[in-house]
Structures are given as structure tokens and as C-alpha cells.
């Protein structure tokens, strides 16, 4: 059981750090190359990566769970 959310906590914070530098390549690119859609697509990749770092665990894996 101990194996399982530590797979879901390294999965939880994976995809968060995905999505965090997907949204600050966009961001990048919209300096650079792509001005309107870079920033146009960061926006909700930020977001993804927000919900990705708050999203809570299974019950099995919280604080204090038996």
C-alpha cells in the first residue's frame, strides 16, 4: 500500500512539473516566435499544471490514513 502512493505522489507531482514547463515553453515561445497563440496556450497549461499539484490523493494515501 505504502508503494502505491508513493507512485501517486511521484505521478501527481510528474504531470505538475509536465505541465509547468509545457506552459513556460509557450510562454517562451510567445516572446519569440508565436506572440499571440504562445500565450493563447499557456493560459490553460498553467491552469493543468495547477490542478495537477492541488488534485488531492486517494483515501489511501492521505495524512493519518490506516
Known amino acids: ?7 501517486e505522489r ?4 510528474g504531470f505538475g512539473l509536465f505541465f509547468l514547463v ?4 509557450f510562454i517562451l515561445s510567445g516572446f519569440t516566435v508565436f506572440p499571440f497563440f504562445g ?6 497549461v498553467f491552469f493543468l ?6 488534485v488531492h490523493m486517494g483515501k489511501n494515501c492521505e495524512i493519518g490514513a490506516q
Open 49 to 54: 499544471s495547477l490542478y495537477f499539484f492541488s
Open 22 to 25: 509545457t506552459s513556460a515553453a
Open 39 to 44: 500565450f493563447l496556450l499557456a493560459i490553460p
Open 1 to 7: 500500500m505504502k508503494n502505491k502512493c508513493i507512485m
Open 10 to 13: 511521484i505521478l501527481k507531482a
